[in-house]
């Protein structure tokens, strides 16, 4: 297939692009286009739109002082490529959406796929809104569907540990925390499988690894021969852990422990620049 691909250079869409080449599609990355803007979609077979605009480093929050420009953005600017896409005859739509649409339902609950969401930030809203303009349109002809990634990491700048990762090597105060994590390679195998299947369409939980700070940081802390104490582990009961049985129906098997392993060493050179 030939698939056009919106934020093909952003921490996200790089992961997706690597996968569909490696599956053999052709990448169109949309040059120069911004949201808001109509592309030329007219030779490509998909559209995977990955394209955010926000503060940089920030997701929630990421609206700043300018609410209004951020929906105009991210919004109506997406509601307009996917009409565009529909227009000029796109056959397959994959919007990456988040599963910051789930952060209001109760702590310690399981996510299904097909649960409805309940955003507490705009950016939730945002994404969530979007997901429902999207599969509005879908019909037999315009196959549509929605990722739901939780936290996504890998090597590659920018990095999203790296001041975690500095912190704790200075010496400084870093936050007990745990979260849910998928590794940017598990990801684009996800939108691949999802892309490819016949009957595409609703929404697909992304999520791998339940990641504590206390075990990222002694992996760093054995890497670099530090004797610093890493964090103490946070309470894993009350995460809201995204459950992904329709991933999984389609063959998805990620091995984020074993990513992680092989890619700290560069995460660390990433973080901080140096080898260790």
């Not at 996510?111 to 994404?127: H, I």
């Not at 890497?223 to 309470?235: C, Y």
């Amino acid at each position: 297939m030939r698939i056009a691909l919106t934020g093909a250079s952003g921490l996200v869409g790089r992961w997706i692009a690597r996968a569909a080449v490696t599956a053999g599609h052709e990448i169109y990355p949309l040059p120069a286009w911004r949201l808001g803007q109509t592309p030329d979609l007219t030779r490509c077979d998909a559209l995977i739109h990955c394209a955010f605009q926000h503060l940089p480093g920030k997701y929630r929050g990421g609206e700043g002082s300018d609410p209004d420009g951020f929906t105009r953005a991210n919004l109506d600017g997406s509601r307009a490529l996917f009409h565009v896409a529909l227009d000029q005859g796109v056959g397959r739509v994959v919007f990456l959406s988040s599963r910051a649409i789930h952060d209001g339902h109760p702590a310690g609950a399981e996510l299904a796929d097909e649960l409805a969401p309940a955003p507490t930030s705009l950016y939730g809203e945002v994404k969530a809104q979007a997901e429902a303009e999207l599969a509005a349109l879908s019909s037999s002809d315009f196959r549509t569907a929605s990722l739901r990634p939780t936290g996504v990491f890998g090597p590659g700048q920018p990095q999203k540990w790296a001041k975690l990762i500095r912190d704790f090597l200075a010496g400084a105060s870093v936050p007990s925390r745990v979260a849910t994590e998928v590794h940017g390679a598990d990801l684009g195998h996800a939108a691949m499988l999802v892309l490819a299947a016949p009957d595409m369409s609703g929404s697909y939980n992304v999520s791998d690894l339940i990641l504590d700070n206390h075990d990222l940081l002694s992996g760093i802390a054995v890497l670099t021969g530090s004797h610093r104490q890493p964090p103490a582990r946070a309470d894993a009961s009350l995460l809201r852990v995204p459950v992904c049985a329709r991933l999984h129906a389609l063959g998805w098997r990620p091995d984020g422990l074993a990513r992680l392993h092989n890619d700290l060493q560069s995460i660390l050179r990433d973080a901080t620049g140096e080898d260790a």
